[in-house]
């Protein structure tokens, strides 16, 4: 009796165990696969709340990021418990992890804080025309690692977001508007004015600002013309256009008012 009474209890046990073994298993999948949903429809969310915010647009896909790691590492933590594993274990280990990891991926985690620094200092705006280090491009995207520029011959450069905070920024956007520097040089035998009027003339096409007024002046004279320099304020999206454009008036125009373009020559005089 003794016997049976051992085993009835023993098969007693092994079903407690087994129906609670599988029960956790039941819980832990329905706490994975509801977890797995919620993600999916923060993220959709936080998404949604982004595009109605006044946050950057090219800041928004490293947001998202940021909110999904800490959603699946409370999904792990919670997991984790559900399978009975002691959570202050996994939370020590996950802290000696989290050291080691930040160690040997120090770039990394210094590119994360580089964009959180662009994110708060706001150096720049989604769709600025920008030079960071002598790179220059209009900004595409900031994610967790880089930023993208799309330079204007249409290629993408990705800048560590490290390398972004400690270089000079150049912000060509943000004033709404910027100055065409155009310089020309004509021979000595050319009066002064008719120059600086040919190249205002030059000057005038349809996207050049009436105030400030464009500019001539003289600013060098070389060893075989004199340099003259035109200035006209546009806005920013018109740069290249208005500067590719009066860049090739200037030559028809002089032409039209019979301004000879100098170039670098030697006069050699031979004595008998």
Request: glycine fraction near 6%.
């Amino acid at each position: 009796m003794r016997a049976l009474f051992m085993d009835l209890s023993k098969n007693e046990w092994l079903r407690t165990v087994g129906l609670g073994a599988f029960g956790r298993v039941i819980s832990t999948v329905l706490i994975l696969v509801v977890g797995l949903l919620l993600i999916r429809l923060v993220t959709k969310l936080a998404r949604k709340a982004l595009l109605r915010s006044k946050l950057e647009k090219a800041a928004h896909s490293m947001i998202i990021g940021v909110v999904q790691v800490l959603l699946y590492v409370l999904l792990l933590i919670n997991v984790a418990s559900a399978l009975g594993i002691d959570i202050t274990g996994v939370v020590a280990l996950a802290s000696v992890l989290t050291l080691a990891v930040s160690l040997a991926l120090q770039n990394i985690l210094a590119n994360v804080m580089g964009g959180f620094t662009i994110l708060t200092t706001h150096p720049f705006h989604s769709g600025d025309f920008v030079d960071i280090g002598g790179q220059s491009g209009t900004v595409e995207e900031i994610t967790m690692v880089y930023t993208r520029l799309a330079t204007p011959d249409n290629k993408i450069v990705s800048i560590p977001n490290n390398t972004v905070v400690g270089s000079q920024i150049t912000n060509y956007s943000v004033a709404g508007t910027r100055r065409v520097d155009i310089e020309a040089s004509a021979s000595y035998d050319m009066a002064v004015q008719n120059v600086i009027d040919a190249l205002l003339q030059a000057g005038k096409v349809e996207k050049v600002l009436s105030e400030p007024a464009p500019f001539a002046t003289v600013t060098g004279y070389g060893e075989s013309a004199i340099s003259y320099s035109l200035r006209l304020w546009v806005k920013s999206e018109d740069y290249w256009d208005v500067y590719f454009q009066v860049n090739q008036r200037i030559q028809s125009t002089f032409a039209e008012n019979k301004i000879e373009m100098s170039y670098p020559h030697l006069n050699v005089h031979l004595d008998r």
